[in-house]
């Protein structure tokens, strides 16, 4: 029972050291609150596409992946253009923002371009590859 006591004791105290060390910046001071995207599946994705009347899906591909077919609504933004087109074609920075790519590389890296942005409720969703959902061209 002694060990038992000694050893939550034990637990309980490392886990408030480093509890209280992930607090704040490496030079002690308070981090601000900072956001980043959410992985969701393609299943909840096309909930929110069902669910939800505003929102924005985000192609991450090239012209010519998008051309071959993609999902209806989507707009086309390739990953290597969204720091320079976002400010102007998604003026609202909590606008709940869904990305995909073909097979979640690209989306990723957009996702978290749009969190460095400012943009807080970006959802990424994989590939399209992965997409079991009706697709248009």
Not at 45 to 50: D, G, N, R, S, V
Not at 56 to 67: G, M, P
Request: charged fraction near 30%.
């Amino acid at each position: 029972m002694k060990n038992t006591k000694r050893w939550l004791a034990i637990i309980m105290l490392s886990l408030s050291i480093f509890g209280l060390a992930s607090c704040g910046a490496a030079d002690g001071s308070k981090e601000e609150a900072s956001f980043a995207y959410e992985q969701i599946s393609a299943e909840k994705a096309k909930f929110l596409m069902e669910s939800e009347k505003d929102y924005i899906i985000i192609d991450a591909r090239t012209e010519s992946e998008f051309a071959e077919g993609h999902i209806e609504g989507a707009i086309l933004i390739p990953e290597y253009e969204i720091a320079e087109r976002a400010q102007k074609e998604l003026p609202d920075k909590d606008a709940l923002i869904l990305v995909y790519c073909r097979s979640g590389r690209r989306s990723k890296i957009a996702s978290d371009e749009l969190v460095k942005l400012g943009y807080t409720n970006v959802k990424e969703f994989g590939g399209i590859i992965d997409w079991p959902y009706e697709t248009v061209k």
